[in-house]
């Protein structure tokens, strides 16, 4: 039988690479992934979940539903996910569910096959009404993202609020007054960009300063760098003069960045921009991105571990489940280029 270490000699991969492939790692080029898979249908190779489930009670692989891969944020997140994981010797298999509702209700669904021992789950299109199918589920959950509802089920989740509050407060100190608030979402109330936009008027009321709605960009059908484009443009043409920008995430800044400086003008020095999420394009946008770093790899690292201290209490019978754990990332301010540098 073709064992892991014979598909990389056959392929001309490591043993690391072959597992990445197989774990559905989305960071490998397409044509070693190909090559992985052609070499696994050549020498027939299986992996015996089954015999692994019959002789521990548990498959080693953990399942991770995120919204989607295509937005860098959830991309960079998945791979802090999976070398977390490895570190603590599990596999992961990752479910994009396209943030519909109907997705992520399958991807709930998925770990009852038994292949898959517990969930780390980001959802986006569950509202309050589903917090009671979260319960009761038969696996470990540790849920992400934002708490949009109550539920007796780990959270690991940002400071989405202070986040925002903090990057519009850096504006603020460098005598910028006309704020816009990029990515907002008409449908939205207790989400990402509710929590972000509720952080970012919080720092303006605090300065005295009204919001102006004619500030406010929408982003409804995603936070890509075309919608922060788009929605930087219905600013501009409103008339409204912007002095700064703060974008509910690094692709709809680099947007945003994008059509200001195909109107002419200078950020920092017209128009200072702040992001958020940290993003790896951050850095090599033109200028580089200030930005808010949330605390993703802190919060791959602490979701990782709150699933296998449940997964090892369902080993131990007789075990009483711990409490509930909500915990909150730390963030910080990364400076770049795009905004004004403080004096001192």
């Keep these: 039988m073709a064992t892991m270490a ?14 990445n492939v197989l774990s559905g790692y989305p960071h490998v ?14 020498l027939g190779y299986e992996i015996n979940v089954t015999a692994k489930i019959f002789r521990s009670g548990r498959s080693g692989v953990v399942g991770l539903s995120v919204p989607e891969l295509g937005q860098p944020y959830f991309g960079e997140l998945a791979d802090e996910i999976l070398a977390a994981a490895r570190r603590h010797g599990l596999q992961v298999l990752i479910e994009p569910t396209g943030f519909t509702r109907e997705g992520e209700l399958a991807a709930l669904r998925v770990p009852r096959g038994g292949l898959v021992d517990g969930l780390i789950f980001s959802p986006a299109a569950l509202v309050q009404a589903d917090a009671h199918l979260l319960d009761d589920l038969g696996y470990p959950l540790v849920l992400l993202g934002e708490q949009m509802f109550s539920s007796s089920v780990d959270h690991v989740t940002m400071r989405n609020i202070d986040g925002a509050q903090a990057a519009t407060e850096l504006l603020l100190d460098a ?39 004619r500030l406010l960009g929408w982003a409804d059908d995603a936070w890509h760098r075309a919608n922060g484009a788009r929605a930087m443009a219905d600013v501009l043409d ?107």
């Design 238 to 344: 409103s008339g409204v003069r912007v002095d700064g920008v703060v974008a509910f995430n690094d692709a709809l800044a680099i947007g945003a960045m994008y059509e200001l400086q195909a109107r002419g003008l200078a950020i920092p020095q017209d128009v200072g921009v702040v992001g958020f999420d940290d993003i790896e394009d951050s850095r090599y946008s033109v200028p580089t991105l200030t930005t808010v770093d949330p605390g993703r790899r802190e919060i791959a690292n602490v979701a990782v571990d709150i699933l296998r201290r449940r997964l090892q209490e369902t080993q131990r019978p007789g075990a009483e489940r711990g409490s509930p754990v909500l915990y909150l990332a730390g963030m910080r301010i990364v400076e770049r280029e795009s905004t004004p540098r403080r004096s001192g």
């Design 175 to 213: 005598g910028r007054r006309q704020i816009a608030a990029i990515g907002m979402l008409h449908a939205e109330t207790a989400g990402s960009a509710w929590l972000r936009y509720t952080g970012y008027s919080k720092a303006l009321e605090a300065r005295g300063i009204e919001v102006d709605t």
């Design 29 to 42: 080029r397409e044509a070693t992934r190909e090559r992985v898979r052609a070499s696994v249908d050549a």
């Design 6 to 19: 014979d598909v990389a000699r056959h392929a001309g991969v490591s043993v690391k690479t072959v597992s």
